[in-house]
């Protein structure tokens, strides 16, 4: 609780529950063990490698898997007590390894650690691990499970019928499964866009030329060695970088995930207004507290919460798209402090959408409110009359129903005299006479309901 209370940002302290699963892939300690793993991975390569006339026995090849096996948070805390001397991190990581080699009497391999490496063949392979393990164990699992949410409610309420409004104003019925469909639909469209982005990695030296590679064994073919080193992380190697890898993927996926936000937020505005409207009733929680001056209030502090954490988490992402694929020359490091908040920007997008979960849950949908908006609004059925009117080939058609409703309050009754005068097809008039704005929802339960198969 205590450092709950002394935490700088909501993430590690108010929010903590909810962002707990994100240190398992994104923190100081995580970034460290990913670059003992990538050097440990690059030394064992080097052993493959014939040119270098290299030998390994087997329990020597099993101290070095140990070494990144067994890394841990005391591990760690050696690699900050070298970097408090060296002031710099890869370069502690290098040293860390050089005495765990030592103390496992293996040292004679110490000239092979980071051999040809600049830190950035090694971070940008440790970020792209972690980068791409927070897409794929966090961000993406917990939006699917609001998809999957969505789509249980889209089908519940497939067929329950609601007023819609456009610019504020009632509308052409729709229904609450529909309209919850749309979401569903949207949000599944990037979800399924991210699934297939892959995270660019690069590993050839200084500037990208292999230039201390290639002086040192030349005829070794560097290229196809680097490629598959990268490749063998999960990610898609990219030949052409200065000295660093140039995050354009990297922007290009938070692009993604951006635009995937918005919908959410869209979302959660959309149910903060149907709240405020009374479509949905809020489950009343023993205990919970809405206003400290006001006893009945129970607010939609879900969605507002999913919308606040859901621009934090864009501004975050809009900052790293607008710098990160931009270094001055081979080289400058403004990327590798920005980089280092990757991990909250994800916080924040998971805290939006697990709110958003949680205000969904506790969401039923007040028919009665519904229905009585859907009678009290029979003024929308003059979409559907003027529209059989032209199918009748009546002149004026529009002009004619505009003349009827626009601005005024008019009964059903009085719609239906109105009809029972029209000279039409009696088939078109008996449709529009048992015509209410309760069944004129058009195909929005056939919509709401195959959904999951469109997407």
Same mark, same amino acid.
Request: contains cysteine; glycine residues 4%.
């Given at each position: 609780?205590?450092?709950?209370?002394?935490?700088?940002?909501?993430?590690?302290?108010?929010?903590?529950?909810?962002?707990?699963?994100?240190?398992?892939?994104?923190?100081?300690?995580?970034?460290?063990?990913?670059?003992?793993?990538?050097?440990?991975?690059?030394?064992?390569?080097?052993?493959?490698?014939?040119?270098?006339?290299?030998?390994?026995?087997?329990?020597?090849?099993?101290?070095?898997?140990?070494?990144?096996?067994?890394?841990?948070?005391?591990?760690?805390?050696?690699?900050?007590?070298?970097?408090?001397?060296?002031?710099?991190?890869?370069?502690?990581?290098?040293?860390?390894?050089?005495?765990?080699?030592?103390?496992?009497?293996?040292?004679?391999?110490?000239?092979?650690?980071?051999?040809?490496?600049?830190? +950035?063949?090694?971070?940008? !392979?440790?970020?792209?691990?972690? $980068?791409?393990? #927070? %897409?794929?164990? &966090?961000? =993406?699992?917990?939006?699917?499970?609001?998809?999957?949410?969505?789509?249980?409610?889209?089908?519940?309420?497939?067929?329950?019928?609601?007023?819609?409004?456009?610019?504020?104003?009632?509308?052409?019925?729709?229904?609450?499964?529909?309209?919850?469909?749309?979401?569903?639909?949207?949000?599944?469209?990037?979800?399924?866009?991210?699934?297939?982005?892959?995270?660019?990695?690069?590993?050839?030296?200084?500037?990208?030329?292999?230039?201390?590679?290639?002086?040192?064994?030349?005829?070794?073919?560097?290229?196809?060695?680097?490629?598959?080193?990268?490749?063998?992380?999960?990610?898609?190697?990219?030949?052409?970088?200065?000295?660093? +890898?140039?995050?354009?993927? !990297?922007?290009?996926?938070?692009? $993604?995930?951006? #635009? %995937?936000?918005? &919908?959410? =937020?869209?979302?959660?505005?959309?149910?903060?207004?149907?709240?405020?409207?009374?479509?949905?009733?809020?489950?009343?929680?023993?205990?919970?507290?809405?206003?400290?001056?006001?006893?009945?209030?129970?607010?939609?502090?879900?969605?507002?919460?999913?919308?606040?954490?859901?621009?934090?988490?864009?501004?975050?992402?809009?900052?790293?798209?607008?710098?990160?694929?931009?270094?001055?020359?081979?080289?400058?490091?403004?990327?590798?402090?920005?980089?280092?908040?990757?991990?909250?920007?994800?916080?924040?997008?998971?805290?939006?959408?697990?709110?958003?979960?949680?205000?969904?849950?506790?969401?039923?949908?007040?028919?009665?409110?519904?229905?009585?908006?859907?009678?009290?609004?029979?003024?929308?059925?003059?979409?559907?009359?003027?529209?059989?009117?032209?199918?009748?080939?009546?002149?004026?058609?529009?002009?004619?129903?505009?003349?009827?409703?626009?601005?005024?309050?008019?009964?059903?009754?009085?719609?239906?005299?109105?009809?029972?005068?029209?000279?039409?097809?009696?088939?078109?008039?008996?449709?529009?006479?048992?015509?209410?704005?309760?069944?004129?929802?058009?195909?929005?339960?056939?919509?709401?309901?195959?959904?999951?198969?469109?997407?």
């Amino acid at each position: 609780m205590e450092e709950m209370l002394l935490n700088i940002s909501p993430i590690d302290g108010r929010y903590k529950e909810m962002t707990q699963e994100i240190k398992s892939y994104f923190s100081e300690y995580y970034l460290m063990k990913n670059r003992v793993i990538v050097e440990i991975e690059w030394l064992k390569e080097l052993f493959r490698i014939k040119e270098f006339g290299l030998e390994i026995s087997k329990k020597e090849l099993e101290v070095l898997e140990k070494i990144a096996k067994e890394f841990d948070i005391s591990e760690a805390k050696r690699i900050k007590e070298i970097e408090s001397i060296t002031k710099h991190d890869v370069k502690a990581v290098e040293y860390y390894i050089n005495e765990k080699l030592k103390q496992n009497h293996m040292e004679k391999y110490n000239y092979l650690v980071h051999f040809a490496c600049t830190s +950035e063949d090694i971070n940008n !392979i440790a970020y792209g691990i972690m $980068e791409k393990e #927070l %897409l794929e164990k &966090v961000y =993406l699992p917990n939006v699917t499970n609001l998809v999957e949410l969505l789509e249980e409610k889209a089908n519940l309420y497939a067929t329950t019928a609601m007023i819609s409004h456009t610019h504020g104003q009632s509308a052409t019925p729709t229904t609450v499964g529909k309209e919850l469909s749309v979401f569903v639909y949207r949000i599944s469209r990037f979800l399924n866009r991210l699934k297939q982005e892959k995270i660019t990695g690069k590993f050839n030296g200084t500037v990208g030329n292999f230039n201390s590679h290639f002086i040192s064994y030349p005829n070794v073919d560097w290229l196809k060695i680097a490629k598959e080193f990268v490749e063998g992380f999960g990610l898609e190697y990219n030949m052409y970088t200065t000295q660093i +890898e140039p995050h354009d993927t !990297i922007c290009a996926i938070f692009s $993604e995930m951006k #635009l %995937l936000n918005n &919908v959410v =937020l869209d979302f959660s505005s959309d149910m903060w207004m149907y709240i405020s409207r009374n479509y949905f009733i809020q489950k009343n929680v023993k205990g919970e507290v809405g206003s400290s001056v006001m006893p009945h209030k129970i607010n939609p502090i879900h969605f507002e919460n999913a919308m606040a954490n859901i621009k934090m988490a864009n501004g975050i992402i809009q900052i790293f798209i607008d710098n990160l694929p931009i270094s001055r020359m081979q080289r400058d490091l403004s990327d590798s402090s920005m980089l280092r908040n990757i991990g909250s920007m994800v916080a924040y997008s998971v805290i939006a959408v697990k709110q958003c979960i949680t205000g969904l849950n506790k969401l039923e949908v007040n028919k009665n409110k519904l229905m009585q908006e859907l009678q009290n609004t029979p003024e929308v059925l003059a979409e559907a009359m003027q529209t059989i009117l032209r199918k009748n080939k009546v002149e004026n058609a529009y002009e004619i129903l505009k003349h009827l409703t626009r601005g005024k309050q008019i009964s059903l009754q009085e719609m239906r005299k109105f009809i029972q005068k029209l000279s039409i097809d009696e088939n078109d008039k008996q449709v529009l006479l048992e015509l209410t704005p309760q069944n004129y929802i058009g195909l929005a339960s056939s919509l709401a309901k195959s959904v999951k198969k469109k997407i």
